[in-house]
Structure formats: C-alpha cells, structure tokens
C-alpha cells in the first residue's frame, strides 16, 4: 500500500534552515505529483509547496515564496522541502501527500521556531 514517511523536522531558530525530506512506497513514485502540506497549532491544514512529476513544474503558497524549494529525486522515491529564513509562523506539523484515487498523508514531521 502508499506509504509516506516525512523526516527531517526539528527545533530551529528564527532565520534558520531545515530540510525536510519524504520517502514515498507501494507505488510509482515518478508517476505522481507530490505536494507538501503544514498545520499549525490551532489553525487548518493548508498547502505549501507542489512539484510535478518530473519536477519541471512548481508552486507555492504565498508566504513561503522565496524561502522554500520544494524538490524530487525519483530515483530514491524522495521528495524534499528546503526551507530557509525560517520564521515562528512557519511553526507547524508539516505532511507530504500524493494523490491517485485518494489523498495518501504521512504522519508528519513537527518544525518548530522558535529562539
């Protein structure tokens, strides 16, 4: 079956950087598009970054334009986050999500900054 698994969070200052990375299986990795998603204590799960299945296409939500890259190796079955000039709002439980007949979610990694 899918299986997503997000690794890569942690405790960071404010300005700082993180990678996030999300191991996909029980699938074809390179024939879906990968997108990666946050919530915040509190607030709504909401979208931050999307990248194609080749990787040539990408977009982002507003407020992480800049700062975050979103990237694929489909040879490790990898899809990872950049995230750079980290500030507290960025504070959240980030998931990476794939979907074919349904949504797929990891569990999540919690990214936390904070000085």
């Known amino acids: 079956q899918v299986q997503l698994v997000e690794s890569g969070g942690g405790l960071v200052q404010p300005g700082g950087s993180l990678r996030l990375s999300c191991v996909a299986s029980?699938?074809?990795?390179?024939?879906?598009?990968m997108r990666w998603y946050r919530q915040a204590p509190g607030k709504e799960r909401e979208f931050v970054a999307f990248?194609?299945?080749?990787?040539?296409?990408?977009n982002y939500v507003d407020s992480v334009k800049g700062r975050f890259t979103i990237s694929r190796d489909n040879a490790k079955n990898t899809v990872y986050l950049q995230m750079s000039s980290l500030k507290a709002e960025d504070t959240a439980v980030y998931y990476c999500?794939?979907?074919?007949?349904?949504?797929?979610w990891g569990k999540g990694t919690l990214v936390t900054v904070s000085s």
């Open positions: 990248i194609s299945t080749t990787g040539s296409s990408t």
């Open positions: 029980g699938y074809t990795f390179s024939s879906s598009a």
């Open positions: 999500n794939t979907r074919r007949t349904n949504d797929y």
